[in-house]
């Protein structure tokens, strides 16, 4: 079992950065493609940045490229996601998760195909 943990989130004010981390217990198999999604209330979770960690391409949801950016340090077993020019609508739970093989588009992964999830850190952007 693969077990993930965030930390990082807080308040910021609208223009801020943060950056969340993501400690897991090492591979295990399908857990190629590691992401972060987040859910805002009332809202649907969505997949905000994703990365093969077969090949190190990463992707970004439009909402957040050029401004977020998805990194793992090997040596210790984390997931970062670096927040950049944060915006009130970026306020959300954010979930690091972790699935997947070597060759699957991580992005394109249905949210089911993610098998370990972590217990979520909040972020909460203010104008």
């Known amino acids: 079992q693969l077990q993930l943990a965030e930390s990082g989130g807080g308040s910021v004010q609208a223009g801020g950065s943060l950056t969340l981390s993501c400690a897991d217990s090492?591979?295990?198999?399908?857990?190629?493609?590691r992401a972060w999604f987040r859910q805002a209330p009332g809202k649907e979770r969505e997949g905000v940045a994703f990365?093969?960690?077969?090949?190190?391409?990463?992707s970004y949801a439009d909402s957040v490229k050029g401004r977020f950016s998805i990194s793992r340090d090997t040596a210790k077993n984390t997931l970062y996601l670096q927040m950049n020019s944060l915006k009130p609508e970026d306020t959300a739970m954010y979930y690091c998760?972790?699935?997947?093989?070597?060759?699957?588009?991580?992005?394109?992964?249905?949210?089911?195909?993610?098998?370990?999830w972590g217990q979520g850190t909040q972020v909460t952007v203010s104008s």
């Open positions: 090492g591979y295990r198999p399908s857990s190629y493609c």
């Open positions: 998760a972790a699935g997947g093989t070597w060759y699957d588009d991580c992005a394109r992964r249905p949210i089911s195909g993610y098998n370990y």
């Open positions: 990365l093969q960690t077969g090949d190190g391409s990463t």
